[in-house]
């Protein structure tokens, strides 16, 4: 006789929570915040447990104090719990984690030391570069990052204003890279202070993450003379502290994220702001919720157009920019509808500066030899190792903060596997989130609206200068918000389980851990289904 499949007989399944698929570091979120969601039921300390949580974070990104002020958060977007209420805030809790870790001075987490004599090179110490550093130092290698400035950091320090991101913040994130053991070369441009090839007879391997910070203005009439700068010139200025005098008027070309903080700065400087860009708000690339800040900080926005000519003074200073309307063709090779310019539709705006934030690229001089047909900038979007260089970061793609981060963990992780030989597996993305809502019993928990940072208004931030806009959690306010999670995927000790089933199939064990409370004996099971109907994370499932 053939045995029929019981329909109702459970079996654990561990799933993957929807927040990670969407956080752009692959982070395990829902690992992190469950460490302190069920601190009492695995009987470690809140502060152990904040640790803890903290080096869940730091094993793929040792920026959590850095991300969680400037990261758009595509997780919350992700978050399940946004079908009951309110998606959990992740940011603000990803922050919380890193100031508690620069404020009590955790350290980050090591891996098994390896017994190596590779030395590493780094050229760019921005967060591609140093993420691969850090990955390669906690494992025990000898990691030497080299980079032009006078200070690392990269974009975060100075393409990124400290209304966002306070450079002690970051300083002390550096710090913690630094403290493993990684060298920084700093003022040093290879090419100018020492050659592509020294370095490559120097080290084992050179990660080349030099980002894309070079930037080019726009060949329009009166635009090559004073009071013009490129977005990304303009905000090195400014973080640096150098005075850049923008003037009454200030006219910022673009529609990306660094169009909108050359925007905020000048404001900040006293000057009246408008920022041009060439096709609707809709195609703006910016993240949205910076240029609502923008808007509040009353910053001025003209969508469908683009400047056509700087008009200067007989003292070459400028006087202001002729400006023409455009109209939305047919899509372009980037998808976007091509803007189209509108006969007779000039205008003009008074300028006392523009900035023009409308490129960025590599500044790839003294490392010609990486460029040309089946260059090894080419094989290392593959993550090849051939030749010695591995690259990653802005160099190869243009993205945020967390992708480049994720790529230098990556890097790190393959020339590892090449140097020690183990047969680890990469860590790959997740790509599909079978903890969906569907699994979620949303009754579970109380309804509850997630927490929001207190902010500055817009006319007290212009005030303020460079203080931070947004102002962190409170312990209180974490401890609440971990709470609203669902765990989703993953088994959180309810007991709701180990209540309903009357036939003792569930069993606690001895040393619980976050996804490990219960073991399942089936043998006298009736298949009722009642446990996994009221799971409330989607753990369990029919076998």
């Known amino acids: 006789?053939?045995?029929?499949?019981?329909?109702?007989?459970?079996k654990q399944v561990e799933k993957t929570a929807p927040c990670q698929v969407g956080c752009a570091n692959c982070g395990d979120i829902r690992g992190w915040i469950g460490t302190v969601a069920q601190r009492n039921k695995t009987g470690i300390s809140k502060a152990e447990a904040l640790a803890r949580a903290w080096s869940v974070i730091a094993a793929v990104n040792p920026f959590p104090a850095t991300l969680g002020r400037i990261c758009p958060h595509p997780c919350e977007n992700h978050c399940n719990r946004s079908e009951q209420d309110e998606p959990l805030a992740i940011n603000a809790m990803e922050r919380f984690l890193g100031d508690f870790a620069i404020r009590e001075n955790v350290p980050l987490p090591r891996l098994e030391q390896v017994d190596s004599d590779e030395w590493l090179g780094v050229i760019g110490a921005g967060p591609s570069g140093l993420s691969f550093a850090y990955q390669m130092a906690r494992r025990g290698y000898r990691v030497t990052v080299y980079d032009a400035r006078e200070n690392a950091g990269g974009m975060l320090r100075y393409g990124v204003p400290d209304y966002r991101l306070p450079q002690?913040?970051?300083?002390?994130?550096?710090?913690?890279i630094a403290d493993l053991g990684v060298w920084l070369e700093l003022n040093t441009r290879v090419g100018r202070d020492i050659s592509l090839e020294a370095l490559r007879s120097r080290h084992s391997m050179l990660y080349l993450a030099i980002g894309a910070q070079a930037s080019r203005g726009l060949d329009i009439p009166g635009a090559d003379g004073p009071s013009v700068w490129t977005g990304v010139d303009y905000l090195e200025q400014v973080n640096k502290g150098q005075p850049v005098d923008t003037g009454a008027h200030s006219i910022i070309v673009g529609g990306g994220n660094t169009a909108i903080d050359a925007a905020r700065c000048a404001r900040r400087a006293g000057s009246e702001v408008t920022i041009l860009y060439r096709r609707s708000r809709d195609e703006m690339p910016a993240f949205a919720h910076e240029i609502e800040d923008a808007l509040e900080e009353g910053i001025a926005l003209e969508l469908?157009?683009?400047?056509?000519?700087?008009?200067?003074?007989?003292?070459?200073?400028?006087?202001?920019?002729?400006?023409?309307?455009?109209?939305?063709?047919?899509?372009?090779?980037?998808?976007?509808?091509r803007p189209v310019p509108l006969d007779g539709s000039e205008f003009v705006l008074p300028a006392t500066s523009v900035i023009f934030a409308v490129s960025q690229f590599p500044a790839l001089d003294g490392m010609e030899a990486l460029?040309?047909?089946?260059?090894?900038?080419?094989?290392?979007?593959t993550e090849s190792c051939q030749g010695g260089v591995i690259a990653g970061?802005?160099?190869l793609r243009m993205g945020i903060a967390g992708e480049a981060i994720v790529q230098g963990r990556r890097a790190a992780e393959k020339v590892h596997l090449q140097f020690s030989g183990a047969t680890e597996a990469l860590s790959k993305d997740p790509e599909f989130a079978d903890a969906n809502s569907e699994r979620i019993r949303f009754r579970s928990k109380p309804g509850s609206m997630a927490v929001h940072a207190p902010r500055m208004a817009g006319?007290?931030?212009t005030r303020l200068g460079m203080a931070e806009v947004e102002q962190g959690i409170s312990e209180e306010q974490f401890l609440a918000e971990v709470d609203r999670c669902y765990s989703c995927g993953s088994c959180f000790g309810c007991e709701q389980c180990f209540m309903y089933c009357t036939e003792g199939c569930f069993t606690r064990v001895e040393n619980p851990a976050p996804g490990n409370y219960f073991t399942l004996n089936l043998e006298n099971c009736h298949e009722c289904g009642k446990c996994i109907e009221v799971c409330p994370c989607g753990f369990l499932e029919v076998s």
């Open 459 to 461: 006319a007290e931030r």
């Open 168 to 176: 002690q913040v970051l300083d002390a994130e550096i710090q913690k």
């Open 393 to 395: 970061g802005d160099i």
């Open 304 to 337: 469908l157009a683009t400047p056509r000519s700087l008009e200067r003074h007989s003292d070459d200073s400028i006087k202001a920019v002729h400006v023409q309307r455009m109209e939305l063709g047919s899509p372009d090779s980037s998808g976007r509808r």
């Open 371 to 381: 460029t040309g047909d089946g260059n090894e900038l080419a094989a290392a979007e």
């Open 1 to 10: 006789m053939n045995r029929i499949t019981p329909r109702y007989k459970p």
